[in-house]
């Protein structure tokens, strides 16, 4: 069997979960004795081969993909990396809305239109979590049976992280830790930089810093705290971020929602303990083994900080998320929806 994958042009640009999402896919299908070949939009493709694709994210980077393929009756399926706080019925009544205005202006578009068509052209839908799944066949009205739940997952070589490395650089340990971008809303690092004013240990972000206002008002008031280290991006590959998981106490991720943070696996499978959003499906993953605070609370963050810190660690996480969540299993998952949908 032959899958090519394929996602939004700017996915290597970004370098966040979704291109580490496709990376890791890749690799693990390709162990499974899969031939996976990465879109190439300036490669001949020749729609008499046996074509197979599988789209990550389904949004308006990845609109015209869909339709194309389907206009060439190449099938797919699709991952669609999609969440929202609105409730199924808040998405029907969107929709619908969309669909009546655009009977007098046919151009008016909304992103959850765009998202239910991308999933009612693919021949499958691989939602990360229940609750994304959920939004999807309850708010887009796609049949269930064509929803198949696949994990996003994590690298076995997180648990071996030598923390010493980013001990000996830095000189920190037993440290708070959080890692992503910085700046974007939905990551809401400058409330866990609030939180952290009122927890007297030292904590380290590290991420890139998004341009705006809201990335350099983060980096303003992690300037203002002392115990707050900010560390410029590092590569998913690098040492010293396997480093920082496995030299930190606590992972902090504290988001508007996450489905579930790739991050947040990483640093659990390295022992670290886990403080995260409820919303966005975490709770398929981190079940009663992790910290869950109000993203919009400042005081509910802080405190879920604090409980974590006042824990002991074991590993019970660690091991739930070895079993569960590594990408060779989520690669096993998604090669079966391959060989139900693509015979």
């Given at each position: 069997m032959k899958i090519i994958l394929a996602g939004y042009q700017p996915v290597s640009i970004i370098h966040g979960g979704p291109r580490v999402q496709i990376m890791q896919t890749k690799n693990e299908l390709e162990r499974l004795g899969v031939d996976v070949e990465l879109f190439d939009p300036w490669k001949h493709?020749?729609?008499?081969?046996?074509?197979?694709?599988?789209?990550?994210?389904?949004?308006?980077?990845?609109?015209?993909?869909?339709?194309?393929?389907?206009?060439?009756?190449?099938?797919f399926v699709v991952s669609p990396i999609f969440f929202t706080r609105h409730s199924p019925s808040?998405?029907?009544?969107?929709?619908?809305?969309?669909?009546?205005?655009?009977?007098?202006?046919?151009?008016?578009?909304?992103?959850y239109e765009i998202t239910r068509e991308i999933c009612d052209l693919s021949a499958a839908v691989l939602p990360n979590t229940t609750d994304e799944g959920r939004l999807i066949s309850e708010g887009m009205n796609i049949e269930s049976k064509k929803i198949h739940i696949v994990p996003n997952g994590v690298e076995a070589r997180f648990e071996h992280g030598d923390p010493s490395l980013f001990k000996k650089k830095y000189g920190m340990e037993n440290f708070i830790l959080n890692v992503g971008h910085i700046g974007p809303k939905r990551k809401n690092v400058l409330n866990l930089i609030r939180a952290l004013k009122q927890i007297d240990h030292?904590?380290?972000?590290?991420?890139?810093?998004?341009?705006?206002?809201?990335?350099?008002?983060?980096?303003?008031e992690a300037k203002a705290n002392k115990n707050v280290l900010i560390i410029p991006g590092l590569e998913n590959n690098s040492e010293m971020l396997a480093s920082a998981y496995a030299a930190c106490d606590v992972f902090a991720l504290p988001s508007m929602f996450e489905t579930p943070g790739i991050a947040a696996l990483e640093a659990g499978l390295a022992g670290a303990k886990i403080v995260i959003t409820p919303f966005g499906g975490t709770k398929d993953y981190f079940e009663t083994m992790a910290e869950y605070v109000d993203p919009y609370d400042i005081a509910s963050i802080s405190n879920g900080i604090q409980s974590a810190l006042n824990k002991k660690k074991n590993s019970v996480l660690q091991h739930h998320i070895k079993k569960e969540f590594l990408w060779n299993k989520v690669a096993e998952k998604?090669?079966?929806v391959y060989n139900q949908v693509f015979a």
């Open positions: 493709y020749s729609t008499t081969e046996k074509l197979r694709f599988h789209i990550f994210a389904a949004n308006i980077g990845t609109y015209h993909t869909a339709k194309i393929l389907d206009s060439y009756r190449i099938p808040a998405i029907r009544t969107t929709i619908a809305a969309t669909n009546w205005v655009r009977k007098i202006k046919p151009a008016v578009w909304t992103g030292p904590s380290v972000i590290i991420g890139k810093v998004a341009e705006g206002t809201l990335g350099q008002q983060c980096v303003e998604t090669l079966s």
